[in-house]
T-cell receptor
Framework: KAGVTQTPRYLIKTRGQQVTLSCSPI?????VSWYQQTPGQGLQFLFEYFSETQRNKGNFPGRFSGRQFSNSRSEMNVSTLELGDSALYLC??????????????FGQGTRLTVV | QQQVKQSPQSLIVQKGGISIINCAYE??????FPWYQQFPGKGPALLIA?????SEKKEGRFTISFNKSAKQFSLHIMDSQPGDSATYFC???????????FGKGTRLHILP
């Protein structure tokens, strides 16, 4: 069974640009969550999607957005990039939301560097 | 109230020793407490998890101890091995919420 796939693995962008990251969940998983990981702040929740609807949102500015497609694949977009957006962006999928605390499986992440 | 506080930030343990990582939380609505293990270049992977109706859960060399009244839980790694060297995150979530609140992580190094 294939795991969570995130593309690309590495990205270098310039301040002010925008970026789109992609996540393909494990087959059959309908919930996809996104996290930002930095050395100083650890893992911080960005948002969670289920059946193409955003169910939860963390405390990030509106420059961070996402969406989920009918096949459960998800994309995350960051507009007007800032140096502080440099981080590892992780996607996690789980079987379904609405059931208490199912295990979340993480991808390897996309390492974004903003210069 | 949404925070999970984790300590220590880093830990060095001799091979064969016991590694202990502690976490504390404030929100009593949390009802699921997983621990994740992350190796360099990889995403976090679920190691072991516990619910507050249980005071201890053991899986192999890994044990979670849970103290509901103190709102604390800890991970014990018995007979620590160099292959256990990784970053460990405690976490918490509540009810049917798939949002996971993570501690800031503990970088564990096991000396050979």
């Amino acid at each position: 069974k294939a795991g969570v796939t995130q593309t690309p693995r590495y990205l270098i962008k310039t301040r002010g640009q925008q970026v789109t990251l992609s996540c393909s969940p494990i087959s059959g998983h309908r919930s996809v969550s996104w996290y930002q990981q930095t050395p100083g702040q650890g893992l911080q929740f960005l948002f969670e999607y289920f059946s193409e609807t955003q169910r939860n949102k963390g405390n990030f500015p509106g420059r961070f957005s996402g969406r989920q497609f009918s096949n459960s694949r998800s994309e995350m977009n960051v507009s007007t990039l800032e140096l502080g957006d440099s981080a590892l962006y992780l996607c996690a999928s789980s079987f379904e939301t609405g059931r208490a605390n199912t295990e979340a499986f993480f991808g390897q992440g996309t390492r974004l560097t903003v210069v | 109230q949404q925070q999970v506080k984790q300590s220590p930030q880093s830990l060095i343990v001799q091979k064969g020793g016991i590694s202990i990582i502690n976490c504390a939380y404030e929100n009593t609505a949390f009802d699921y407490f997983p621990w994740y293990q992350q190796f360099p270049g990889k995403g976090p992977a679920l190691l072991i998890a516990i619910r507050p109706d249980v005071s201890e859960k053991k899986e192999g060399r890994f044990t979670i101890s849970f103290n509901k009244s103190a709102k604390q839980f800890s991970l014990h790694i018995m007979d620590s091995q160099p292959g256990d060297s990784a970053t460990y995150f405690c976490a918490a979530s509540m009810g049917r919420d798939d949002k996971i609140i993570f501690g800031k992580g503990t970088r564990l190094h096991i000396l050979p």
